[in-house]
């Protein structure tokens, strides 16, 4: 029994982790790897294992990071079983389809603008490929054990991350005897704005859990309203914009429920605000029909019971078409942007990025965690200059970063969830986090007595007893 680290180790994109159990081999996750282009496309197109000789593909969640990478695994001949929770089935053909699209897009866009020196690129996949891995996909209940073979079964537990969202628990038959494995999965906070909060599992043998903020504490999410007010108020004075780089699910969903609150409350004046974003509108729309999940806190459900529909609000539109995007571009402000991608990586937010980056009257708003090698790191960091579609741009645009919305559990909530497991696990292989973070949660750890604890660098693989 043996486990492969090949995405998501060291870093917190491209989740890929490859357990082989007496020669059955089960991925856990297929992510896409997002950053600087030529690292990704090598990360990307070159994968470390022969797709064919998979077995079973399981699924945590519809992020792209973690399911992205389907339509690869698709085009190398892969055509067994992708396992995910109903939810996440519904969500993913959507994140594949805009995947592709997002692709073609923007190599046609970069190749246009290149044309005169020469410069192309290919994107990883297209929308044939994404159908292909879309139509792979098995939906299970949360809880019900699915066999895989005579010495492996699994099911889905609640991760609290985003609607859909599971923890794969897998029970392999060993020789010395039952074996229980962990994979978290990106694991939520235990105080989220719509999310119920993940339980901690019994009787892990060997946990492999997600270190995105294993060093940090996010914000309370009481700060959040304050902030949200003092940026609206400023855009509001300056005719100004906001643009906020949202992921497509659940951070827009999240920032929708929170305007609809506050111009309830009339904390602020109910001003234009734009999903521009077809995959945040579709998504948006599938939370509608699932508001009575069991995702979904007791608290949010007693404001939908109260208050109704929060993705109703009067002051919404949600822009599909791409000519209606590009109208947002001559409309004067103040007004706020929702669009993909959240870290500014593809998508319609570099084109309001490149028409709005260079006026002091727009703030951009980052609102979920920006990886290193990043566009939205790079402005999250301060850079003076920053290149869209290969040309560059003086940024005289605001900065700011709101914390509280992260879906993702703290370095507090991480420590919660690992010490609360009875007995303490074998193993602890902490994953999804980049070297800085994931160090310093490994130094708590020992620290609180979990002293088998591992920080798996990209492609390391380990027997398990």
């Known amino acids: 029994?043996?486990?492969?680290?090949y995405g998501a180790a060291g870093e917190v994109t491209g989740s890929r982790h490859l357990l082989d159990v007496d020669g059955f081999k089960v991925l856990l996750d297929c992510g896409l790897f997002q950053g600087h282009r030529g690292e990704s496309i090598e990360k990307n197109v070159h994968l470390p294992f022969d797709a064919k000789t998979l077995d079973a593909v399981i699924l945590s969640h519809?992020?792209?990071?973690?399911?992205?990478?389907?339509?690869?695994?698709?085009k190398r001949g892969y055509a067994g079983p992708v396992h995910c929770t109903r939810i996440t089935a519904e969500l993913t053909g959507i994140m594949l389809a805009d995947s592709a699209h997002l692709q073609e897009h923007d190599a046609l866009f970069f190749n246009k603008i290149h044309q005169k020196d020469g410069k192309t690129i290919e994107p990883l996949y297209g929308d044939a490929e994404a159908k292909a891995a879309t139509a792979l996909l098995i939906p299970h209940p949360f809880g019900e054990w699915i066999v895989l073979n005579e010495k492996i079964r699994f099911r889905f537990l609640n991760a609290g991350h985003v609607i859909g969202s599971a923890m794969i628990e897998l029970e392999v038959r060993a020789p010395k005897g039952l074996r229980r494995i962990v994979f978290t999965g990106d694991l939520g906070r235990r105080q989220t704005l719509l999310m119920d909060p993940p339980v901690p599992p019994a009787d892990v043998d060997y946990l492999l859990i997600e270190s995105t903020y294993g060093d940090r504490l996010h914000e309370s999410l009481a700060d959040v309203e304050p902030i949200i007010k003092r940026v609206v108020e400023r855009a509001v004075a300056e005719k100004g914009k906001i643009l906020i780089p949202s992921f497509a699910l659940e951070r827009t969903q999240e920032l929708?429920?929170?305007?609809?609150?506050?111009?309830?409350?009339?904390?602020?004046?109910?001003?234009?605000?734009?999903?521009?974003?077809p995959m945040a509108v579709t998504i948006t729309d599938i939370f509608d029909r699932h508001l009575d999940s069991a995702s979904f806190s007791a608290e949010f459900k007693r404001y939908i019971c109260d208050e109704g529909d929060p993705f109703a609000l009067k002051s919404v539109r949600y822009v599909r078409s791409p000519q209606e995007s590009r109208t947002l571009n001559d409309k004067p402000g103040?007004?706020?942007i929702?669009?993909?991608?959240?870290?500014?990586?593809?998508g319609r937010i570099l084109h309001h990025l490149r028409n709005n980056i260079e006026k002091d009257s727009t703030t951009v708003l980052m609102v979920g965690y920006q990886a290193q090698g990043t566009l939205g790191r790079r402005l999250q960091e301060g850079a003076k200059k920053i290149r869209i579609f290969g040309l560059e741009h003086p940024v005289w645009a605001r900065v700011e970063t709101v914390h509280t919305f992260s879906a993702h559990a703290d370095r507090d909530d991480l420590m919660w969830f690992m010490t609360s497991l009875k007995p303490a696990p074998r193993r602890i292989f902490l994953v999804h986090g980049?070297?800085?973070?994931?160090?310093?949660l490994a130094e708590r750890l020992l620290a609180a007595?979990?002293?088998r604890v591992a920080q798996p660098a990209h492609g390391d693989g380990v027997e398990l007893e």
């Not at 929708?256 to 999903?275: A, G, H, Q, W």
């Not at 929702?338 to 593809?346: N, R």
């Not at 980049?434 to 310093?440: M, S, T």
């Open 449 to 451: 007595g979990l002293t």
């Open 62 to 74: 519809a992020h792209i990071d973690h399911c992205g990478g389907l339509p690869i695994l698709a």
């Open 256 to 277: 929708l429920f929170v305007f609809d609150k506050m111009i309830r409350e009339k904390t602020i004046p109910s001003l234009p605000i734009y999903v521009d974003s």
């Open 434 to 440: 980049e070297p800085v973070g994931r160090a310093k």
């Open 338 to 346: 929702l669009s993909a991608s959240g870290m500014c990586e593809g």
């Open 334 to 336: 103040p007004m706020i």
């Open 1 to 5: 029994m043996k486990i492969g680290f």
